[in-house]
């Protein structure tokens, strides 16, 4: 949580008015799609910048100084808070794209679809090989994303952290599988997209991906959640001084790019 809100930070505002393009890049290397296509992805990505900004951006905000605020010697509550409220920029941001998603579709042609199908594929595939060749580390993501902002963990956090780690209950194989099944399924829904009912039909399988797999799988990822907020925790409290100055200090670049953002699109 804390991770992605740095990652997407917002890091500069220069960046962030340039993130339409970047938004429309990636979806026009789904498929071979025509110059009107092409254009009405760009239409598409420009208003879901527009729309967050006005909408979630000042939610972000609000998020960071929760953090900066946070009460260092009882943070669970505030980290619970901050969880649930970063979790709904992120379905409400996935539930703008439904609408264009099925109007964008619906008139896209077989060769379009099977391309898209393909493009899916080739991202599980290449996706595959990064963690083969890479390896997967918990502890390492711990530590890179503690230090995006800007807490370098010690050695007896790390230790401790690990510990925490051993009820971490793995869940890659199987979500991967959820999801490969959730894309081809999807694809084949692309294939009717001439059908009457296919917008229904659409608008409730998009819903669907927020509650993928049966209920002992969903267990298993609310537990896994319950302890990386946990583990916030336990970094926040057994933090010393230096490391809390530098993440208010991480805290206030993002802070203040984020005020450069609203001011200059003059959102209140």
Same mark, same amino acid.
């Given at each position: 949580?804390?991770f992605?809100?740095?990652?997407?930070?917002?890091?500069?505002?220069?960046?962030?008015?340039r993130?339409?393009?970047?938004?429309?890049?990636?979806?026009?290397?789904?498929?071979?799609?025509? @110059?009107? %296509?092409d254009?009405?992805?760009?239409?598409?990505?420009? =208003?879901?910048?527009?729309? +967050?900004?006005?909408?979630?951006?000042?939610?972000?905000?609000? #998020?960071l100084e929760?953090?900066?605020?946070?009460?260092? @010697?009882?943070?669970e509550?505030e980290?619970?808070?901050?969880? !649930?409220?970063?979790?709904?920029?992120?379905? !409400?941001?996935?539930?703008?794209?439904?609408?264009?998603?099925?109007?964008?579709?619906?008139?896209?042609?077989?060769? /379009?679809?099977?391309?898209?199908?393909?493009?899916?594929r080739?991202?599980?595939?290449?996706?595959?090989k990064e $963690?083969?060749?890479n390896?997967?580390?918990?502890?390492?993501?711990?530590?890179?994303g503690?230090? $995006?902002v800007?807490?370098?963990?010690?050695?007896? /956090?790390?230790?401790?952290?690990?510990?925490?780690?051993?009820?971490?209950?793995?869940?890659?194989?199987?979500?991967?599988?959820? @999801?490969? /099944?959730?894309?081809?399924?999807f694809? %084949?829904l692309?294939?009717?997209?001439?059908?009457?009912?296919? =917008?229904a039909?659409?608008?409730?399988?998009?819903?669907?991906?927020? =509650?993928?797999?049966?209920?002992? +799988? !969903?267990?298993?990822?609310?537990?896994?959640?319950?302890?990386? @907020?946990e583990?916030?925790?336990?970094?926040?409290?057994?933090?010393?001084?230096? %490391? #809390?100055?530098?993440?208010?200090?991480?805290?206030?670049?993002?802070?203040?790019?984020?005020?450069?953002?609203?001011?200059?699109? /003059?959102?209140?």
């Open positions: 949580m804390i992605s809100m740095s990652s997407c930070s917002i890091a500069g505002s220069w960046v962030y008015e993130l339409d393009n970047y938004l429309a890049d990636y979806f026009k290397e789904f498929a071979n799609f025509s @110059q009107e %296509q254009e009405e992805i760009e239409i598409i990505s420009t =208003e879901f910048i527009n729309w +967050f900004s006005e909408n979630e951006l000042i939610k972000v905000k609000v #998020i929760k953090l900066k605020n946070i009460n260092l @010697q009882n943070p509550k980290i619970s808070s901050i969880y !649930r409220d970063a979790e709904g920029i992120f379905t !409400r941001s996935n539930f703008y794209f439904k609408s264009p998603i099925i109007s964008f579709t619906k008139e896209i042609n077989e060769v /379009q679809i099977d391309e898209i199908g393909f493009h899916f080739e991202l599980r595939e290449k996706r595959k $963690r083969l060749e390896g997967y580390s918990l502890i390492d993501n711990y530590i890179s503690f230090d $995006r800007g807490i370098k963990l010690r050695d007896d /956090q790390i230790d401790e952290i690990n510990l925490k780690l051993e009820s971490h209950i793995e869940v890659r194989e199987e979500w991967s599988n959820l @999801q490969e /099944q959730w894309i081809e399924e694809i %084949q692309l294939k009717n997209n001439k059908s009457s009912d296919y =917008e039909k659409m608008s409730t399988y998009l819903d669907s991906l927020e =509650e993928l797999g049966e209920e002992k +799988f !969903r267990e298993k990822i609310d537990k896994n959640e319950l302890l990386a @907020q583990i916030i925790s336990f970094v926040f409290k057994s933090s010393n001084e230096k %490391q #809390i100055d530098s993440f208010n200090r991480s805290l206030e670049v993002y802070l203040k790019s984020i005020n450069r953002i609203l001011s200059k699109r /003059q959102v209140n």
